[in-house]
């Protein structure tokens, strides 16, 4: 069963503009949430993350928002810069469980 | 460069022939992690060690497959008579006790003739 979802496999952005990343969850022991961003040939590089006692977490141009009832999470990036084109993979984690569960990932484009 | 290192980054090898493989975690890290993504698919997680003890493996994790972390340092994840279904990236990942975040490196691509 695939208990981080993202359901979008790719979106498409113009430069600029604001990018929003889409992310499910099943597991409600889940209680922290990551996202990574991955580029070709590279492994995942840690973006942002959430624990499940906030709402929502800003770093710079990313914000992630959590919404615990729904089992929903989003990462917001704004504005959307070329070199953010890449991978985006939400995971979640029970606190010390040490295994992250990842999404299926979604691939952005960010268009000039 | 003081990030996770993996070698070797892609190996190529025939059915049924062992593989090897080795993964050196950021430095100050006692937590490593091993993951296996296929194509089109998110990481899933295989085992993970705390210094150098072996804490938890996936049922994903056959008896073809073993992982090792002596002294508490690099690590090494051996598959045994591999199959075509083990073609993936393998992913090795570290991180501090203190902070759950996980640092990846850039991974070994398997490929099985």
Not at chain 1, 64 to 83: C, D, E, M, R, Y
Not at chain 1, 88 to 102: E, R, S
Not at chain 2, 80 to 94: F, I, P, W
């Amino acid at each position: 069963d695939q208990q981080v979802k993202q359901n979008s496999p790719s979106l498409s952005v113009q430069e600029g503009r604001i990018s929003i990343l889409n992310c499910d969850y099943t597991n409600s022991m889940f209680d922290y949430f990551l996202w990574y961003k991955k580029y070709p040939a590279e492994g995942p590089t840690f973006l942002i993350s959430i624990s499940s006692i906030k709402d929502k977490n800003e770093d710079g141009r990313f914000t992630v928002f959590l919404n615990k009832s729904a089992k929903h999470l989003s990462l917001h990036i704004v504005p959307s810069q070329p070199g953010d084109s890449a991978v985006y993979f939400c995971a979640a984690d029970v606190q010390g469980a040490q295994k992250l569960v990842f999404g299926q990932g979604t691939r952005l484009t960010i268009n000039p | 460069d003081t990030g996770v290192s993996q070698n070797p980054r892609h190996k190529i090898t025939k059915r049924g022939q062992n593989v090897t493989f080795r993964c050196d975690p950021i430095s100050e890290h006692n937590r490593l992690y091993w993951y296996r993504q296929t194509l089109g698919q998110g990481p899933e997680f295989l085992t993970y060690f705390q210094n150098e003890a072996q804490l938890e493996k996936s049922r994903l994790l056959s008896d073809r497959f073993s992982a090792e972390r002596p002294k508490g340092s690099f690590s090494t994840l051996e598959i045994q008579r591999t199959e075509q279904g083990d073609s993936a990236m393998y992913l090795c990942a570290s991180s501090l006790t203190s902070d759950g975040t996980q640092h990846f490196g850039d991974g070994t691509r398997l490929s099985i003739l």
